[in-house]
């Protein structure tokens, strides 16, 4: 306290071998040019560079009126040697020189000293691999194990308030003279090396020791401890009380557990318990790790022995009927081995869980006991069955002791005895009879938990072959539990009773035979040479139908052959080729290789079917109608019947034959677009499927596939026949397909068709007629075709050697069935023979009418006129005839007495034949020239002046000129 300011303040520190002393200006405190030295705007004397000062602060100087503070901040180097006493003195020099009375902290002069620098190792221990301390009493180390070595280092005679600073004073780790680890590094006065502790070894001795590191001297509290190898966690053994159990409510609810290890037992073990009513945080009725709750647990006295007594004592009477407590063990002997099989708070890890409440007797719901797939009047060896026996326990499944089936209560050989045990939850059975496949005891509803009340054994077995048939006696189950408290429930389930039989068979109603393109039926199949077919069938138990699930040998029998197949789950499929000799074959089915005591009564007495094998193909003969070279009418086609006749010796599969038909242009090529098409199935006449010729019948109605006016155009129908025998040999194909078809016929075309005859031809004036005249052709054609049209017809005059010209050329229409006429003016011109032909020039066709011969006029006279335009040389003629045929009659009449005459047709018919060809022959042995070239356009011949002169250019005779014949030669 001054009125002045202060100029500078001092510390000194004065011990017996040591002083140092700093002189600091008071204006600015200036840092430290490095870390742990004096402040810029301090001066040091002495053994100043002993001291170390704050890195941020070392002194700090205040004013609050006449009052200077000075706060220093530093620390003694270690190299700082013992000092008995030590006194810390400071003071201030005002500005006017005045030195003020120093402020003097004294050290030492007692039971410490004024400076120590001398370190201590006051104790060390280990951490074990659990991060436990291991205790001095019970120095063991897990061989193999990571540990924590701790040491405390300390002041010598300065007590627990000091410890060294890092980086002055190195500690480490030894074992057998070997350096395990070390470190300069302190906290707090800790020192914490790791080291592994040897796989091997009974015992392992360990050293710590300390160097310091500016000469400081060492002491030591403790130096070494010897530790032995422990390689053996810590075991829960038993306990007083099942995993899951019931418990009455009681305010001292005692449960013990018992440990074991060696060598000695662990002290560490923590009880970690769970009730329901108090911890069940989420209201699931199940414990979790976080709701456990730490509790003790009381431990042996005896630590040496080899097992120990563990117990907690709990009040659980504020617990409702069934709620529940759950506890686990957790820790680990002083090795860090960790306890076994102590449990733990994960789901279903609990060591113990029991449920608050009093002890209930099971009870065996007998009448709902069932068999999971129906109830059962035979049971079969090899065949799995599940029976299903409700029961009920109010304590739960875990109350449960034991339960005992037996299928067979009744039996003095063998009761068929199925044993569950609640232990180990398994079922067993002593009887060689007997194969049990599972055995389950579970909730009956609902998900199961060890205290479900309403529960349900499961048990899948099966019988073996070996058990002796014996179908007169009817076997009866019996069931029976226990709880752990030894109460129990029995039933006998006389409505299940059963017998037994391992006998089998194959009926024919399960055997389906497949034949590739064959259809068999009961009588038979029908089936081609080494066609590939399937056999299917069933094996059964011969006394209730059931399906035999046990593999079985079956035998198929076939043309002498024995094939041999596995039946599985009751069915059985073989592939076989059928033989390939045509014939009757018997097909026949046993079972082989049958297990011990089981018999085949299958029926052998006949076979399963009989084979025939066909390798011919059917086909046809021939089409009996509509004839071949009939036209189809548009109303036969209405209801056309196709009879057809089929060659098939074995017999027919009447669903395969189908007559196709189509309607095409008339020679339309393979391929080609139909108007129309269908196919009918056939009626089998007589109901004939096998013969030489088997009369077929389709009746066809292909109008009402064809459009209005199809018939306009020229079309054909074609049929063709497709189908199979019952051996599914195809219908032979050749000269029947679409291609070739079995029947071709032509469909009447609606259009017109004209036609004309000779004597279509007239002409209004006949004989020999006189050049210069004019006389009229008429011309008639005929219409007989379905449809009215127009006719172009040319007219052409026709002389000896073939000289045409052209009369006319016309135009005519026709009503269908009916005809029309032309009339056409034809002026005479040119000697000679000369006749009328007509041509329809749309078909070529052509006409030859009466010939006439054209005269050169003469005058009129006895044999130069005409009457009614007949010359006078015909009327002549004619009168000649009669007076030559009055002549005849009178010679006839006159040999009326002499018997001779005609008595018969057949002479007269033999006479005229015989003058027929006498005038066929004549006229064949006529020569005549080549005709003139034809002139058409209406031009004439042309022939020189007269007769003679005519003849001489032609060289032509006209063979007419004498005789008057009016017809041209025959061509």
């Known amino acids: ?19 140092a002393s700093f002189h600091c200006t008071s204006d600015a405190v200036q840092p430290a040019v490095s870390q742990g030295e004096m402040a810029g705007n301090c001066q040091g004397q002495g053994d100043y560079d002993l001291i170390e000062w704050h890195p941020q602060n070392p002194m700090h100087i205040t004013h609050n009126n006449t009052l200077i503070r000075v706060h220093w901040s530093f620390r003694f180097d270690s190299s700082w040697d013992d000092e008995d006493l030590l006194d810390v003195r400071t003071s201030m020099v005002t500005v006017s020189g005045t030195h003020s009375l120093p402020k003097v902290f004294a050290f030492g002069s007692g039971s410490t000293k004024g400076v120590e620098n001398d370190v201590n190792l006051v104790d060390w221990w280990v951490i074990n691999q659990n991060g436990e301390q291991i205790p001095n009493t019970a120095l063991f180390l897990s061989p193999g194990a990571v540990v924590d070595v701790v040491a405390k280092i300390g002041f010598e005679d300065v007590g627990d308030s000091w410890s060294p600073r890092s980086g002055e004073v190195e500690v480490s780790l030894w074992q057998s003279g070997v350096q395990l680890n070390s470190t300069t590094t302190l906290e707090k006065g800790l020192a914490t090396m790791s080291a592994a502790v040897p796989s091997s ?12 590191l500016n000469g400081q001297g060492v002491a030591y509290s403790v130096i070494s401890n010897t530790f032995q190898t422990d390689s053996l966690a810590p075991e829960v053994v038993d306990m007083s009380i099942a995993r899951h159990d019931h418990l009455a409510p009681s305010i001292n609810q005692h449960i013990e557990f018992t440990i074991y290890d060696r060598p000695v037992l662990p002290q560490a073990i923590n009880l970690h318990l769970w009730k329901q009513w108090i911890h069940d945080i989420d209201a699931d009725g199940l414990p979790s790790t976080a709701e456990y709750v730490e509790y003790s647990i009381e431990i042996p006295e005896n630590l040496s022995a080899l097992t120990g007594i563990y117990f907690l004592n709990l009040d659980d009477t504020a617990a409702a009927d069934g709620d529940l407590v759950a506890g686990y063990l957790s820790g680990s002997d002083p090795a860090g081995n960790l306890l076994v099989g102590g449990g733990g708070g994960g789901s279903d890890m609990h060591l113990f869980m029991y449920q608050v409440l009093r002890d209930i007797a099971p009870n065996i719901l007998g009448n709902e006991v069932y068999y999971a797939d129906g109830a059962h009047q035979w049971l079969h060896p090899e065949t799995f069955y599940t029976l299903n026996v409700p029961l009920e326990e109010g304590n739960g499944i875990s109350d449960l002791s034991s339960a005992r089936i037996e299928l067979a209560s009744n039996s ?25 496949e599972s055995c389950v005891l579970g909730a009956r509803y609902g998900n199961t938990t060890p205290y479900s009340s309403s529960m349900e054994m499961s048990v899948t077995f099966q019988l073996q072959w070996t058990l002796l048939p014996d179908s007169y006696l009817s076997r009866e189950p019996a ?25 089998m068979m194959i009926t024919r109603s399960s055997m389906n035979v ?48 024995r094939h041999t197949v596995l039946a599985n789950g009751g069915g059985f499929t073989a592939e076989l080729e059928m033989p390939l000799t045509s014939g009757d074959h018997p097909l026949s089915v046993e079972l082989a290789n049958l297990p011990a005591n089981a018999e085949d009564l299958t029926d052998r007495s006949t076979p399963v079917m009989w084979i025939v094998v ?31 006749r089929v060659k098939e010796l074995e017999q027919l599969n009447p669903n395969s034959v189908q007559v196709n038909w189509r309607i095409q242009p008339l020679d339309a090529l393979p391929g080609a677009l139909p108007v129309a098409e269908g196919m009918v199935m056939p009626t089998f006449m007589e109901n004939r499927l096998s013969g030489q010729s088997i009369p077929v019948m389709a009746l066809i109605d292909a109008t009402s596939a064809l459009e209005d006016g199809a018939d306009l155009a020229a079309l054909e129908l074609i049929v063709w026949m497709v189908g199979a025998d019952m051996a599914g040999n195809q ?33 209004s004036k006949w004989g020999d007629l006189n050049e210069g005249e004019s006389l009229t052709v008429s011309i008639t054609v005929h219409n007989n075709g379905k449809l009215g049209g127009q006719v172009e017809i040319m007219i052409e005059l026709v002389r000896p050697g073939g000289v045409r010209t052209e009369l006319d050329q016309t135009y005519l229409y026709i009503e269908a069935g009916s005809h029309n006429t032309s009339d056409s003016v034809w002026n005479l011109k040119g000697l000679g023979a000369v006749w009328i032909e007509a041509t329809i020039i749309s078909t070529g066709e052509v006409a030859t009418g009466p010939t006439l011969r054209i005269v050169e006029a003469s005058p009129d006279g006895l044999f130069g006129a005409t009457v009614a335009g007949v010359d006078a040389i015909y009327i002549w003629l004619a009168v000649g005839l009669m007076v030559i045929l009055s002549i005849v009659f009178a010679a006839l009449m006159r040999q009326g007495g002499s018997g001779e005459t005609w008595v018969n047709d057949e002479d007269w018919e033999e006479d005229v034949a015989n003058q027929t060809a006498m005038v066929a022959q004549s006229q064949a042995q006529k020569q005549y020239p080549s ?24 060289g032509y005779v006209d063979p007419y000129a004498q005789s008057g014949y009016q017809h041209p030669p025959q061509q």
Request: net charge negative; glycine share 6%.
């Open 201 to 212: 070894g009974a015992y392992i001795t360990w050293e710590v020791r300390l160097s310091g």
């Open 514 to 561: 497949t034949i590739a393109d064959s259809v068999p039926n009961s009588e038979g199949a029908w089936v081609r040479p080494g066609a590939a077919a399937t056999i299917q069938g069933e094996v059964m138990w011969s006394s209730d139908g059931v399906l035999v699930n046990a593999p079985v040998d079956v035998a198929i029998l076939l043309d002498g052959k």
């Open 731 to 763: 219908f032979d194909d050749l000269l029947n397909s679409e291609v070739i078809p079995l029947g071709t016929w032509t469909i009447e075309q609606r259009a017109p068709s004209f036609s004309m005859q000779r004597s279509d031809i007239e002409y």
């Open 614 to 644: 066909d390798g011919d193909r059917p086909e046809v003969t021939e089409v009996l109608s509509p004839r071949p070279s009939a036209v189809l009418t548009m109303e036969d086609l209405s209801e056309l019947e196709v009879e057809i």
């Open 931 to 954: 005709p003139p070239t034809v002139v058409h356009d209406q031009q004439q011949a042309v022939y020189p002046a007269g007769d003679a002169e005519a003849a001489a250019y032609t």
């Open 479 to 503: 069931v029976e539990v226990i709880d752990r408290a030894g109460q129990s429930s029995f039933t006998l389930l006389p409505d299940m009773r059963w017998r037994y039989s391992p006998d």
């Open 412 to 436: 003095q050989d063998d009761n068929l005895a199925i044993i569950w045990d609640g232990d180990d939850q398994r079922c067993t059975s002593q009887s060689p009879y007997l194969l049990i």
């Open 1 to 19: 306290d001054t009125q002045e300011d202060a100029q500078r303040a001092e510390l000194d520190l004065a011990g017996i071998n040591r002083y």
